[in-house]
């Protein structure tokens, strides 16, 4: 029988066979940054990074939104798991949660429900595991220590997108093909001007 996440991924990649997109964009984002940006809400802040979509994407750079009205519905052991890695940082998660699942998630409908959705955009995250590939190239969080972005992209095999918030790291896109294989992302961008730090 096929586990959960297997399942999950395959009804993702049959979805995303017949759908009007060619990859997957998929951002984390850094929990100390984002506090500098927003009066975080209480539970979110953490030294470690916080999901913040999947999203279907195509080569112009807009891909399909809102594209059913699949009704929003977590099973309670799918809500204690997004509860470990993705967190509303202003606002309630449920919310935030519904939001992407509306917006992006329904996008790969017919084939897929929300605990799928949800299922397996957590088990990318667990795969990719972005904090220790950082961590094992010697990027660990530090209040005021310098890294060079170079650094940062030799950690990845493909090109990824970075964006800093004055100086700090505040979310890294990658990009992944219709079946959750690591691909180049279009451009390798950045707005934090050839190095960032890693705040506590």
């Known amino acids: 029988m096929l586990s959960r996440t297997l399942l999950a991924a395959a009804i993702l ?6 759908s009007n997109y ?7 984002e850094w929990k100390p940054t984002m506090c500098m940006t927003t009066k975080c809400v209480s539970g979110y802040l953490s030294t470690a990074f916080n999901i913040h979509g999947l999203w279907p994407s195509t080569s112009s750079g807009q891909g399909p939104q809102n594209c059913s009205g699949a009704q929003f519905s977590l099973s309670s052991s799918v809500t204690s798991l997004l509860e470990t890695c993705w967190l509303s940082d202003s606002g309630s998660s449920q919310t935030f949660w519904q939001h992407e699942w509306t917006k992006h998630g329904t996008c790969v409908v017919p084939a897929t429900t929300p605990d799928a959705y949800f299922t397996e955009v957590v088990s990318l995250y667990n795969r990719v ?8 190239a010697g990027i660990t969080p530090k209040n005021g220590q310098a890294y060079s972005l170079s650094k940062l992209y030799e950690v990845f095999t493909n090109k990824v997108s970075v964006a800093c918030y004055k100086s700090n790291l505040e979310n890294i896109e990658m990009c ?25």
């Open 176 to 200: 992944f093909d219709l079946n959750f294989k690591q691909i180049d992302c279009q451009q390798q961008s950045s707005t934090c001007n050839g190095s960032f730090t890693l705040p506590e």
């Open 13 to 18: 990649t049959l979805a995303a066979s017949s």
């Open 129 to 136: 595991g972005v904090q220790a590939l950082l961590a094992k």
């Open 22 to 28: 060619s990859f997957y964009v998929f951002t984390v």
